[in-house]
């Protein structure tokens, strides 16, 4: 049954993230219930949700076979620390998401989200460049528009200027390529043709800083939350060229596109493109609990675990919460339903029908300037009003209010549905969307 009791609480003191706080407190938009693609808000009102949360959700809400695996590991073993000392499933779940992951990315270093998972690689990349003796290595290359979380690594790296502009703690050393969001790429559908030579700019932070100065490179294989930037063709290889030969670690930040949001079990494998590191989390539980991971080649794990002591911590790094025996049920629970229910190749069977559709749908409304996408995902640029967000924030209230959860990031929508999704599903996500865009 859904409480249609409007709130009591004066919603004071939850401090929000990314929320416009004094906005949602005069207008709260409570979600109480999650069945399948649908939320029903504090009103009872269905809101189907078109960007599966927050991209973590592709399963659909309210699994059963997750919420009863966490449940029964709550009650048999509800924390077991992994610092000296860890418990089995751990260790399997481990070797499942090795199974899956595309090349020799067999070590996995369990985090509480993505930007844990973040700030990890970073940590690991140094440890990694120490062993070799390469400490000198102390630039990390990101991109511009990128969005690796919000911890200080993960900030550091970030291209995206409201979320770096007042935090000055910042790591030292990092620059950033190019976005690949081009105007001769309007309105494309997959891989743009044009732009593998944005990933040169790697080239040139080689001549500019020296080939021995640069640790790491990060990339997510499609830009996600800035508002799904795909690759263009040939931009991948063209870094993964330069990373070897330069003697860079090249990391997939996956925490999207990870666990068949591209149509393959990761972004990796869609763009046939080998990383030395992915970074994982939303989809690894179906977001049913907090967990990241990073996955990590057997080179670079054997590097810093032989250059370690005989007897001795290796790497000086974790959290109290690694490998959470409730996260990593809900994780095996969740690996459970994407083989039993072949989800990733279920979501490449769908793909062209969601990209054509929303393309269909959406390209001609006045104030859309821009689609693209690829996978199960797709942006939508929405013409600046005044001032950048101003736009995508009115809309994204105002489409919630007709129904509908759609994830606004400035003034671009990310339509992302659950991998589960029906045809019917996919096109009531555009028309709740469409219903309110074409009355600007
Ligand atoms: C590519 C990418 N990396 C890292 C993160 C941070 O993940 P979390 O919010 O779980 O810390 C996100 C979150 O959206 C993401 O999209």
Same mark, same amino acid.
Do not use: W
């Given at each position: 049954m859904v409480n249609t009791s409007t709130p009591t609480n004066s919603l004071e003191n939850f401090f929000m993230p990314f929320t416009a706080n004094k906005d949602f407190k005069k207008e709260?938009?409570?979600?109480?219930?999650?069945?399948?693609?649908?939320?029903?808000?504090?009103?009872?009102?269905?809101?189907?949700?078109?960007?599966?949360?927050?991209?973590?959700?592709?399963?659909?809400?309210?699994?059963?076979?997750?919420?009863?695996?966490?449940?029964?590991?709550?009650?048999?073993?509800?924390?077991?620390?992994?610092?000296?000392?860890?418990? &089995?499933?751990?260790?399997?779940?481990?070797?499942?998401?090795? #199974?899956?992951?595309?090349?020799?990315?067999?070590?996995?270093?369990?985090?509480?989200?993505g930007s844990t998972a973040i700030d990890s690689a970073i940590k690991i990349i140094q440890a990694y460049q120490h062993a070799k003796g390469q400490s000198q290595r102390i630039r990390f290359v990101s991109r511009e528009r990128a969005y690796h979380g919000v911890n200080i690594g993960g900030t550091s790296l970030s291209g995206m200027i409201k979320n770096r502009e007042v935090f000055t703690a910042t790591m030292p050393g990092v620059v950033h390529l190019r976005h690949t969001w081009l105007e001769e790429n309007k309105f494309n559908l997959g891989q743009p043709e044009h732009g593998d030579y944005l990933a040169d700019d790697l080239q040139r932070f080689v001549d500019m800083y020296g080939p021995e100065s640069i640790a790491g490179c990060f990339v997510e294989p499609i830009a996600g939350s800035t508002g799904t930037l795909v690759p263009p063709k040939g931009y991948l290889e063209k870094l993964r060229a330069?990373?070897? #030969?330069?003697?860079?670690?090249?990391?997939?930040?996956?925490?999207?596109?990870?666990?068949?949001?591209?149509?393959?079990?990761?972004?990796?494998?869609?763009?046939?493109?080998?990383?030395?590191?992915?970074?994982?989390?939303?989809?690894?539980?179906?977001?049913?609990?907090? &967990?990241?991971?990073?996955?990590?080649?057997?080179?670079?794990?054997?590097?810093?675990?032989?250059?370690?002591?005989?007897?001795?911590?290796?790497?000086?790094?974790?959290?109290t919460y690694s490998a959470h025996p409730a996260c990593v049920a809900a994780s095996h629970a969740t690996l459970d339903i994407y083989e039993n229910e072949g989800i990733f190749e279920k979501a490449k069977h769908m793909s062209s029908y969601f990209l054509n559709a929303v393309m269909d749908e959406l390209k001609d409304i006045p104030i859309v300037t821009d689609v693209r996408g690829d996978g199960l995902m797709a942006g939508i640029d929405l013409a600046v009003d005044g001032k950048p967000g101003v736009r995508g924030y009115d809309a994204q209230r105002k489409i919630f209010a007709n129904g509908g959860h759609l994830k606004f990031t400035g003034d671009c929508g990310i339509i992302a549905p659950a991998l589960i999704s029906t045809e019917d599903q996919i096109d009531e996500m555009i028309s709740v969307a469409k219903e309110v865009l074409v009355q600007y």
């Open positions: 709260p938009r409570l979600l109480e219930k999650g069945e399948g693609v649908y939320y029903y808000n504090h009103k009872g009102d269905k809101v189907i949700d078109c960007s599966s949360g927050l991209f973590c959700v592709p399963l659909g809400h309210g699994r059963k076979e997750i919420a009863d695996a966490v449940h029964q590991q709550l009650l048999k073993l509800d924390y077991a620390p992994s610092f000296a000392i860890s418990h &089995m499933p751990a260790f399997t779940l481990a070797e499942r998401l090795a #199974k899956m992951l595309p090349g020799d990315l067999n070590n996995i270093f369990f985090t509480i989200c330069t990373c070897d #030969k330069h003697g860079i670690v090249l990391v997939f930040d996956e925490v999207i596109t990870g666990f068949g949001r591209t149509g393959e079990a990761f972004g990796a494998n869609k763009y046939n493109v080998q990383p030395d590191m992915i970074t994982m989390a939303k989809a690894i539980t179906n977001g049913a609990q907090p &967990m990241g991971a990073v996955a990590v080649s057997d080179d670079i794990y054997n590097t810093i675990i032989n250059s370690g002591p005989e007897h001795g911590v290796e790497f000086f790094h974790g959290y």
